[in-house]
């Protein structure tokens, strides 16, 4: 009986112990489980942000890494470093993009495997104009061009009027065609993001020519609306364009500055709120002299070397990692600057001979820019988003304002071309370089009432002008280190 006592007694003490013990790991698995499900869900928002379908839902399990909100961070503290991290305004209102087509949702979507802001060296690309028909297979010819030209940057032009004609309806067709074929080709894209439609602007704005929105709020939620839609296929945003013209900014309080720079804060703040590894530009101005109309006083230019000054006093080295340019370079070669132009006497356009401005120079553009920016304080390179030489040899004309084009040869774009280019990568002030322009003289039937038809690689014919062999060369040469 005492026996069978001490056999219950033990009995009983292992099924106590093995029920402690049941209930300790019972509970450490919970813990465990509860840890992980609140440090490591890959669609938590401060993680990174999910992919959308083409419904514009967030339904696919890879995420992007997004920037940390700060809220401390002063309006005009300037970023330190090419890689520094930017200060992040509220993200803008959720857009609501259920109309969209579905080809994204049928598409790869991509994740970067290197943010293009962490590559800092010189880069090219090419303006190349979208196929007009939207049929891919020409689309995909102009891309084997750029492949053949050894270039590996792109610049598309988004105008905001063409896709969202009403408030959140938008008509993605173009960038369906142009983004993923691009991303197929393995290039990156820079976009140029213009023209404000009609329902955005202010009242009272004319309407005839391009100008920014009366709300830059509404500005946001179209970048926000395109970035959503198109994550990893756009990697740098060029906001706006030669803001120092009225023709490109016709706003009732006239030219201003200040105004550009707050819509560089908003753009910068929104495109880096969702992915901060897209490169932010700020508008490249025309260069050009002020011009005041005497019959009412109204301004329609400022001087380039002026808006600049204006734009980096309101703040914009905080706004941007990189400051925009272009110079379309007349009939003078890419080395000579403004004070030092020889006369050229058989020269029918005479600008920079007898009317010297510092406009007319390449050089001079370029290298004040940069001085300024120095000057400022800032380490901002520069993106020459257009640049190029017209040439009307081998067409039936130009426009009557493009007598410039007259005055150089086909050998002269070639030579002119590549010059620059070689420059922009000695001087050491360039990041991103974009040559104008691949294909608009085709696309235009080599039309000459466009003036885009003088700067096109691809002549009449669709032959290949020297300057393309000569980038072919170029770009061959420095990629086996010649």
């Not at 991290?85 to 959720?94: V, Y």
Request: glycine share 8%.
């Amino acid at each position: 009986m005492a026996t069978q006592t001490l056999i219950n007694r033990q009995i009983r003490g292992f099924a106590f112990a093995w029920t402690g013990l049941t209930i300790l790991v019972g509970m450490i698995v919970f813990f465990a489980i509860y840890l992980t499900y609140n440090t490591s869900n890959p669609l938590d928002q401060s993680q990174g942000i999910s992919l959308p379908d083409g419904n514009g839902s967030n339904d696919n399990n890879v995420a992007l890494p997004i920037a940390s909100k700060a809220t401390d961070v002063p309006a005009a503290t300037p970023v330190p470093t090419l890689v520094a991290a930017a200060p992040i305004a509220q993200q803008p209102e959720t857009i609501e993009t259920s109309n969209q087509p579905t080809i994204m949702q049928d598409s790869p979507q991509p994740v970067p495997t290197i943010l293009p802001v962490n590559v800092p060296d010189y880069q090219v690309g090419i303006q190349v104009q979208y196929s007009l028909d939207l049929n891919p297979d020409t689309q995909r010819i102009w891309m084997n061009d750029v492949n053949a030209l050894g270039l590996n940057w792109i610049k598309q032009q988004v105008r905001w009027e063409e896709i969202e004609i009403n408030p959140g309806e938008y008509n993605w067709a173009k960038l369906d065609l142009v983004l993923p074929i691009a991303h197929e080709y393995g290039f990156k894209v820079l976009v140029s993001v213009v023209a404000a439609p009609d329902w955005a602007r202010e009242p009272g704005a004319d309407l005839t020519e391009d100008g920014p929105p009366a709300d830059l709020q509404d500005f946001a939620n179209f970048l926000t609306a395109m970035m959503t839609r198109y994550p990893g296929y756009i990697h740098a945003v060029e906001v706006w364009n030669e803001p120092n013209l009225k023709r490109e900014w016709a706003s009732v309080n006239g030219l201003d500055a200040a105004r550009f720079v707050e819509m560089m804060r908003i753009a910068y703040t929104t495109i880096k709120n969702l992915d901060p590894g897209v490169i932010v530009v700020s508008g490249a101005l025309s260069p050009t002299g002020g011009y005041v109309v005497p019959e009412t006083g109204e301004v329609t230019a400022i001087d380039d070397f002026d808006y600049l000054d204006q734009a980096l006093q309101a703040g914009l080295l905080s706004w941007t990692e990189c400051v925009g340019a272009h110079h379309n370079g007349y009939n003078i070669g890419p080395s000579v600057t403004w004070d030092n132009v020889v006369d050229d006497p058989t020269a029918q356009f005479r600008g920079p001979f007898d009317n010297p401005h510092h406009s007319w120079s390449f050089a001079s553009t370029l290298q004040t820019y940069a001085n300024k920016i120095a000057v400022a304080g800032g380490w901002q390179r520069l993106c020459v988003t257009e640049f190029g030489w017209a040439v009307a040899e081998d067409l039936e004309g130009v426009p009557d304002y493009f007598g410039f084009a007259l005055d150089n040869t086909l050998e002269e774009q070639a030579q002119w071309t590549i010059e620059a280019l070689n420059n922009m990568e000695e001087w050491g002030i360039v990041w991103l370089a974009f040559i104008w322009n691949l294909n608009y003289g085709p696309q235009a039937g080599w039309s000459t009432e466009s003036d885009n038809t003088p700067y096109s690689l691809i002549g009449p014919g669709f032959t290949r002008r020297p300057a393309f062999d000569a980038i072919v060369e170029w770009t061959a040469a420095r990629n086996t280190g010649n």
